[in-house]
């Protein structure tokens, strides 16, 4: 066990804060102070850049899904990751695909999203019909007018040729309002 | 100069530092050892975060240790106790003065690179990032997207929270409880590799 000539450590929101470059030139001067003497803090430090890590490597493996942003997609393009896109106008649809070699796949769903609160979204698959997995409160950017959607690339590029219905609905209280419907009509690589 | 608190004065790392200080030059090479032990891995974390980079943090860490030793051999550093002051300062000045002292780590390292005693360090164990993933799966899609947009390339919060439509504060608090259970779930299970 380490030894820690530190009186108190400090709040994982701090070193965090600190490693992100969120902290003023006093606090970050603190924090290096403390880092210098304290290995408990040290190997919180570590730990959560081990987090950190993991989770970049779980995205880059395409194991992870999420909702992002635009200007994130475009980081990750300006990077050189092979990004492959579908835009998908309001009650669209899309025959698609995805390469071996593709790193991201990116589905823009665009929608009326003014006014808004909370947005749900509700996907059907037609390998398993009837059964239906709701994602509650999907971040969304009301001035974008579309919620950028990243499925699990590694696992749609083991998926069989189907069907895929995303719904968007927003949710006000206690009352649901069908925003839109798209339907990905997927076909395994290569498309023949 | 500030006067050092009692528990500074015996903390590990004073006590090996006074060790060296008070032997013949390189005559404590166990000692030396011991210093690294303690001391490199903290000089790393500082290289991590202010160089962003390994390679350039490993080489700071080693500058900055062989540096540290010289002095305590050679007598400059007066008040060993302190050693964990110095070791700051010369990551400070290694940072700011990179160019300036390119020179000099090369001559350090020429002149004591077979000479540095370099122990075992520390490094946190690799997550396996399939529980990772499993644990990130269970997150609300809010706090999923947050973290992943966060760590993927270290976002501060005001450029996620520009980017979602949030508040700088909406993305912290959302990002504390999404790292809280992300940490929880990966720490109950056996997710880590060497």
Known sequence: MSATMAAGHLPIETLLAWWLHETDAAETDAVDEHLLRCDACGETLDALVGLADGVRAAFKAGLVGAIASGDFIARLASRGH????????????????????????????QAPLAGVERLDAVLEFSF????????????????????????????????????????????????????????????????? | MEALDASAAEAPEALVARRIAAAAPGAARDAEAELYRLLAPRARRYGMRHLRNGDAAADLMQHVMALTIEQLRSGALREPERVASFVLGACRMT?????????????????????????????????????????????????????????????????????????AGNVRVIRHRGLDKLRRCVDGGAGVTS
């Open chain 1, 128 to 192: 398993a019909p009837g059964v239906r997995h709701r994602i509650e409160d999907v971040p969304f950017d009301v001035g974008a007018g579309e919620v950028i959607y990243l499925p699990k690339i590694a696992e749609v590029k083991r998926a069989p040729t189907h069907t895929h219905v995303v719904t968007l609905v927003a949710v006000a209280g206690g009352a649901e309002r069908e925003l839109g419907t798209y339907t990905f009509r997927h076909r395994p690589w290569p498309v023949a």
């Open chain 2, 95 to 167: 940072v700011i003065e990179q160019r300036r002292l390119e020179r000099r780590r090369g001559d350090l390292l020429e002149r004591y690179a077979d000479d540095l005693p370099i122990a075992d360090i520390h490094v946190a164990p690799r997550l396996d990032h399939r529980r990772v993933a499993d644990c990130l799966d269970r997150l609300p899609e809010r706090e999923r997207s947050v973290l992943v947009m966060t760590f993927y390339d270290d976002a501060p919060a005001d450029a996620i929270a520009g980017e979602m439509g949030l508040s």
């Open chain 1, 82 to 109: 092979r990004v492959r896109e579908y835009r998908l106008p309001c009650n669209g649809g899309v025959d698609c695909t995805v390469a071996p070699d593709d790193e991201l796949l990116v589905s823009r769903l």
